[in-house]
């Protein structure tokens, strides 16, 4: 009998924070900006 190791519920997949930055014409600086 072969049962799931997990159950992933839809609960389990929403993320507990979420970061909004605007980056209007700040190509050069997103990737420096996820680095920190």
Known sequence: M???LM??????LVPELSVVIPTFN???NVAPL???
Do not use: I, L
């Not at 159950?7 to 389990?12: F, L």
């Open 2 to 4: 072969n049962q799931p």
């Open 7 to 12: 159950e992933v519920r839809p609960a389990d």
């Open 34 to 36: 996820v680095e920190r």
């Open 26 to 28: 700040e190509c050069g």
